[in-house]
């Protein structure tokens, strides 16, 4: 029997809002809020597959789908607003439109999922269809990775403080949480499928006591294995400058004396206080303390040039003065015959204070690090103008640091918006890294969902590879993530200050390590399995 019209639009309006929850909104996220992802997508999987007494189901269920896919990208990327509006200095009508252009883009993935489980169902049935639902979710989420360059808040991520899932990780990445979260929600939506389709006492009652007793289950599951005690061997200072992203940098004159000074001064503290924890979520304070193995300064507004005399100085100064190697963000430089390339860098230095070479980044940010289609966005002067294009790095290069104990080490370095592509930082453990260091500006983002949602895609990172991360921002979440994706020191949002970090290595290669997202590809190719068989069968009675 047909639902009424209102039903699976309000449906579809629901999983959106629920979606929401398991991720960060406008602080940390609390970690029972997790738990939301196991149920936010059961009702748009009923909308989709409920009888709809529609003429075109198939163009109806795309609709539903898109409608839900809008309003999340929408919900939990609201920051694009901010960011272009405040930063970028496009006024609030033109934000609202690129953020309306991003949702509606994006959203079309949602809108694909319920066409092709649509179609599955019109044709094997609704039992198949919700098997399949599984591996056409990840799917899509790997197109989202691979063709948009867009794997912001993928379902997995809602499990990175669930010990017991986020285990997945290191075997088939973020992919496989979200792959068992829509198994799950898969289940649930068949429960209530069949209890509301017979109508009979009975069915209801045991969809809701097998509902109940799976939640208890996963509850129970996530939050009561024993934390893994991972031991340090290492000290880092992780410098924050807090410094204004639009503000000017050239330091002139005796600005750039001030600054420099300010930075060994905060570089040559032997002990700093810390949160034990995420700030903000009322975590316990500490003080730690110990010599610097590494110095390392963010990606920031700081004016630092790779060719100029002034900034080598000072860079061999510090290193000499902290007996440290340093991790420096800032920009990169190569003649070519043709013309002088800018690079995002993080530039490396001895404990002598020699250059080591730089990593360049790879996956720039589009809008913030070169414009894609520039003449069409012509609306967008006042940003277009701002943003010069930077070249692209092409080398996922490794560096090998000697401590002032003489231990040599192998860092990984990572930029930025590159933490949120799992396949290509697992690059550098691959190729030798032993821990990651992930230099980053968040000051874009203001006081958003957004640098939270960044924190927590880097903890996925630290799983999947089993790397520690000294996560080293401008103006926070400056912290220590260890192996297991736990938050183990951080400092204050906004302030100026230095994090006395303690660390470790591994040169251990995981599954995902090794074969990086291997299962996300199995997942295509079943999902086209899905569809091709249903291409050849005839039409089911569901």
């Known amino acids: 029997m047909p639902v009424p019209k209102w039903m699976p639009w309000a449906a579809a309006v629901l999983s959106a809002a629920l979606l929401e929850l398991p991720f960060p909104l406008a602080g940390p996220m609390p970690p029972w809020r997790g738990m939301i992802a196991f149920v936010a997508l059961v009702p748009l999987l009923w909308a989709i597959l409920a009888p709809s007494g529609s003429p075109r189901p198939l163009r109806h269920s795309f609709l539903i789908g898109y409608l839900c896919g809008v309003l999340w990208y929408a919900g939990n990327c609201y920051w694009i607003y901010d960011t272009m509006q405040i930063h970028g200095g496009i006024p609030p009508v033109g934000s609202v439109g690129l953020l309306l252009i991003y949702s509606l883009v994006l959203g079309l993935y949602f809108g694909v999922f319920a066409l092709a489980l649509k179609f599955i169902a019109g044709r094997l049935g609704i039992g198949r269809a919700l098997v399949a639902a599984p591996f056409l979710w990840t799917a899509l989420e790997l197109a989202a990775a691979r063709i948009t360059s867009v794997p912001w808040d993928q379902l997995g991520y809602s499990q990175v403080d669930n010990r017991f899932f986020a285990n997945l990780a290191p075997w088939a990445g973020v992919y496989g949480i979200t792959f068992v979260l829509l198994a799950i929600n898969a289940f649930y939506a068949w429960t209530w499928l069949r209890a509301v389709g017979s109508g009979e006492a009975r069915y209801k009652t045991q969809a809701w006591i097998s509902c109940a007793g799976l939640g208890l289950l996963l509850i129970a599951s996530g939050h009561s294995l ?243 991360i000294l996560r080293d921002t401008n103006n926070g979440v400056t912290a220590v993530i260890d192996p297991y994706g736990r938050v183990r020191q951080s400092i204050p949002r906004h302030t100026v200050g230095a994090l006395v970090a303690q660390y470790g290595f591994n040169s251990e290669v995981t599954f995902y390590t090794r074969h990086g997202d291997v299962f996300a590809w199995l997942c295509a190719i079943l999902s086209l399995g899905f569809v091709l068989r249903a291409f050849t069968s005839r039409s089911s009675s569901q």
């Not at 600054?259 to 730690?288: D, K, M, R, V, W």
């Not at 610097?292 to 507004?301: C, D, F, G, R, T």
């Not at 799992?422 to 230099?439: L, P, S």
Request: aromatic share 12%; with cysteine.
């Open 226 to 468: 024993l934390p893994v005690n991972v031991p340090t061997t290492a000290t880092a200072v992780l410098l924050q400058p807090n410094l204004d992203v639009d503000t000017a940098s050239a330091w002139p004159g005796p600005i750039w004396d001030q600054n420099i000074a300010q930075i060994t001064h905060l570089a040559t503290q032997p002990c700093s206080s810390y949160f034990a924890g995420i700030p903000e979520t009322g975590a316990s304070t500490a003080s730690g303390c110990g010599q610097p193995s590494l110095i390392a300064w963010p990606e920031s507004p700081a004016p630092f040039f790779e060719d100029e005399d002034r900034f080598r100085s000072a860079m061999k100064q510090l290193a000499l003065t902290t007996h440290s190697p340093l991790i420096i963000g800032g920009v990169g430089m190569e003649q070519t015959p043709d013309e002088l390339h800018y690079f995002n860098s993080g530039m490396v230095f001895d404990q002598n204070g020699t250059p080591q070479g730089r990593y360049d980044k790879i996956h720039l940010v589009p809008y913030g690090e070169f414009i894609p289609f520039r003449n069409l966005f012509f609306f967008a002067k006042k940003l277009t103008r701002k943003v010069e294009d930077i070249s692209r790095g092409t080398d996922r290069k490794t560096f090998l640091l000697t401590d002032r104990n003489g231990q040599n080490h192998r860092y990984g370095i990572f930029i930025c918006y590159e933490s949120v592509f799992a396949d290509e930082i697992r690059q550098f453990a691959k190729n030798g890294a032993e821990v990651f260091v992930n230099i980053s500006d968040d000051g874009w983002y203001g006081d958003t969902s957004a640098p939270w949602q960044h924190l927590n895609m880097a903890r996925m990172r630290a799983i999947e590879n089993r790397r520690w």
